[in-house]
């Protein structure tokens, strides 16, 4: 089974830029994650969605950032203009949440490094 | 200036040996917590996950304990190998339901295998 899939794995951009991060989750999995990791901040959760409906965006930095999932197998992180604090590799994970405690799967990120 | 990252606190054990890595979770509501593998250039793996009505649960050659009354947890890996060589987060989640299904990630620690 295909897990997580990311594009792209790597992005450079220029401050100013548009830049959309894609995210396919698992397919059945009704719950998709967005984290982002860095070195100062470690691993924190953006917002994420149950059944294709954002339930939580508090993590979101800044109304620069959104993101999308207009269907169960397709999600979009958007950062509009990119600046150079938003480098940083972001993760999209999902789950089967059924009971609410099942683990999350992680993809395999996007290193984003906007200069 | 210069940025300061996080400074992840190392565990360096020989080969064979058993590890035992700790974390400290500040949300007494959390019902549900995991343990994540991360090797570099990867995303977070899951390990095992332990459930707040449980203080002991097993897996291969892996072992998670909670004392939910210090909020404690720990990650016990038997024989280490090489490949165990990683950093390891603890995650959180709070009450199933009303939209807590997030995860709050630990720091990390680094495991080292030494051979």
């Known amino acids: 089974d295909a897990g997580v899939i990311q594009s792209p794995r790597h992005e450079v951009t220029e401050m100013g830029q548009e830049v959309t991060l894609r995210c396919k989750p698992i397919?059945?999995?009704?719950?998709l994650f967005w984290y982002r990791q860095t070195m100062m901040r470690g691993l924190e959760l953006l917002i994420y969605?149950?059944?294709?409906?954002?339930?939580?965006d508090s993590g979101m930095p800044e109304d620069r950032f959104s993101a999308k999932m207009p269907n169960a197998s397709f999600s979009t992180l958007k950062i509009q203009p990119s600046e150079p604090r938003d480098s940083a590799v972001y993760f999209c994970?999902?789950?089967?949440?059924?009971?609410?405690?099942?683990?999350?799967?992680f993809g395999p990120g996007t290193r984003l490094t906007v200069l | 200036g210069e940025s300061v990252g996080l400074h992840l606190p190392t565990l360096s054990v020989q080969e064979g040996d058993n590890s035992i890595i700790n974390c400290a979770y500040s949300?007494?509501?959390?019902?549900?917590f995991i343990w994540y593998k991360q090797e570099s250039g990867k995303g977070p793996q899951f390990i095992i996950d332990?459930?707040?009505?449980?203080d002991k649960r097993q897996g291969q050659r892996v072992t998670v304990l909670l004392n939910k009354t210090v909020k404690h947890l720990s990650l016990q890996i038997a024989a280490t190998q090489p490949g165990d060589s990683a950093v390891y987060f603890c995650?959180?989640?709070?009450?199933?339901?009303?939209?807590?299904?997030?995860?709050?990630f630990g720091k990390g620690t680094h495991l080292i295998i030494q051979p």
């Open positions: 949300n007494s509501a959390s019902d549900y």
């Open positions: 994970a999902s789950s089967l949440n059924g009971q609410g405690y099942n683990e999350q799967f």
């Open positions: 995650a959180e989640k709070g009450e199933a339901g009303g939209g807590a299904d997030g995860l709050t």
């Open positions: 332990i459930r707040s009505n449980m």
């Open positions: 969605f149950n059944n294709n409906v954002p339930i939580d």
């Open positions: 397919s059945g999995h009704n719950s």
